[in-house]
C-alpha cells in the first residue's frame, strides 16, 4: 500500500448540519472510544465503527428530528468604486446571511429593499452600516420572495453604479 493510500482514510469525513468531521478508523481507536463491540463486528456499517463520525450521525439524526430550523443562507456582497458585485444572483427566502466586502479605497455601505412589481422599495429597508477599505459588515436579515434593490446609500454612490439586484425564490 502507497504512503498517499494510508493517509488518503483519514481525509474522509462526514458533513453534519455543515460542520465537517474528519474520520478516523480502526479498531485501536474505537476501542479507546469505548466502543470495541463496534470495531470487532464485521458486518457493523462503516459509520458504527467509527467513533466520531457514528456520533455525528446520531447527532445529526436528532438535530432533523427536533425541527431546527435550517442553515441561513449566505451572499458576499463585494463593493468597489463604484460597483456592486454579487456572489449569486439569487437566494432562497427566509434568514440570509449577507456578507458587505469594501475591495476598494472608499468606504461603503449596503441597503436592500424589496420591490413591488412596478419596482418600487415596498416595506422597510435593512441595512448594513458603512465599513472601512479592506473591511467587512454583517447582517442576517429574513427575506421575502421577490425581486430586493442593493444599494450603497453613501452621497452619489448609487448614481455612479453602485446598486444591483437580487431574486428572492
Known amino acids: 500500500m502507497s504512503r498517499v493510500a494510508r493517509v488518503r482514510p483519514a481525509l474522509v469525513g462526514l458533513v453534519a448540519g455543515g460542520l465537517l ?36 450521525a446520531r447527532i445529526g439524526t436528532v438535530l432533523r428530528a427536533a425541527g431546527t430550523r435550517r442553515n441561513p443562507g449566505r451572499l458576499l456582497v463585494t463593493a468597489t468604486e463604484f460597483r456592486l458585485a454579487l456572489s449569486r444572483p439569487a437566494v432562497d427566502r427566509g434568514v440570509v446571511v449577507v456578507e458587505l466586502l469594501v475591495a ?45 434593490r442593493l444599494t450603497c446609500t453613501l452621497p452619489g454612490h448609487a448614481r455612479m453604479g453602485m446598486k444591483a439586484t437580487l431574486q428572492v425564490r
Open 104 to 148: 476598494g479605497e472608499d468606504p461603503h455601505d449596503l441597503a436592500l429593499q424589496r420591490l413591488d412589481r412596478r419596482g418600487r422599495p415596498t416595506g422597510r429597508t435593512l441595512h448594513i452600516p458603512r465599513v472601512t477599505p479592506d473591511g467587512l459588515g454583517e447582517g442576517e436579515f429574513r427575506l421575502a420572495k421577490g425581486v430586493w
Open 21 to 56: 468531521i474528519p474520520a478516523v478508523g480502526g479498531a485501536t481507536l474505537a476501542r479507546a472510544a469505548g466502543h470495541a463491540e463496534h470495531a470487532r463486528k464485521a458486518d457493523a456499517p462503516a459509520l458504527a465503527r467509527n467513533p466520531v463520525g457514528g456520533a455525528a
